[in-house]
Each structure stands twice: as C-alpha cells, then as structure tokens.
C-alpha cells in the first residue's frame, strides 16, 4: 500500500526523500528525546545533502503548526463528540494529546518539509 518511490513513505517513515533507503535521522525511533530531531549530515546511499542550506528546517515550524492544528482538532473530534465528554475533558485531551505527540509532530513536520523540495529518484537506487 504505502510503499518506497511514494512521498507518503519518505513523509511517514523519514526515509531519505530522494533515494527512501535508510532514514534521515540518527535514531529512527522519534521517542528517543535525546536525538530526536538529530539528522545525518548525508544519505550514506545517494549522498543527498538534507541540510539544504543553514537552517533549512525553521520552516518547518509553519507545517508543525498546521500538523497541531489537525491533531488537536482530531483530538477535540474523537473526546467531545464521539466519547462525549464535558468541554474540560475534551480540553484537557488536546493538551494530553499534543504533549505525548511533540516528537511524532516535529519528525513529521520535518518530513513534509524537506518532501516539498526534494523528489524521489529511481535512477538514484541503480547507481
Ligand atoms: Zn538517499
């Protein structure tokens, strides 16, 4: 279904955007806090640079917002209309919700980000 050579896979899976063989970050495990948003300098396979220039990845704040915007909205969705709780609850579940998604939400952000100017490569996996 979601498989490599689609932008969905180098946006879920923070595998390299032009070559998807190995992931950007140093540990792909978003919940290791201490390297989450650590990325390697290179792809080791196609030697995709991911820093594209200094301080690429700030604007990826503008998709992180947009990112928490969505899940607090899911999260508001699924507490006060489908559990039907009182409007603290289902407040108090956004804040809950956003708090325990911080890494899912950056790694995510920074994947959509670099996906905006990098594409996928087939020719890149033959070399
Ligand atoms: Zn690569």
Not at 19 to 36: F, I, R, W
Not at 37 to 57: V, W
Not at 84 to 110: C, D, G, Y
Request: proline share 4%; net charge positive.
């Amino acid at each position: 279904m979601i498989r490599k050579g689609m932008k969905l896979y180098s946006i879920l899976f923070g595998a390299c955007p032009k070559c998807h063989q190995e992931s950007m970050y140093v540990n792909p495990n978003p919940y290791a806090l201490s390297v989450t948003l650590k990325i390697n300098d290179t792809c080791s396979h196609c030697n995709t640079r991911y820093r594209m220039e200094p301080s690429f990845f700030y604007g990826s704040m503008y998709v992180s917002y947009a990112l928490g915007i969505a899940f607090a909205v899911t999260a508001f969705v699924v507490s006060y209309e489908i559990f039907e709780s009182s409007l603290l609850t289902a407040f108090i579940s956004i804040i809950l919700t956003l708090i325990v998604l911080i890494p899912v939400i950056m790694r995510l952000s920074r994947n959509i980000w670099i996906n905006f100017f990098m594409h996928y490569d087939k020719e890149l996996i033959k070399k």
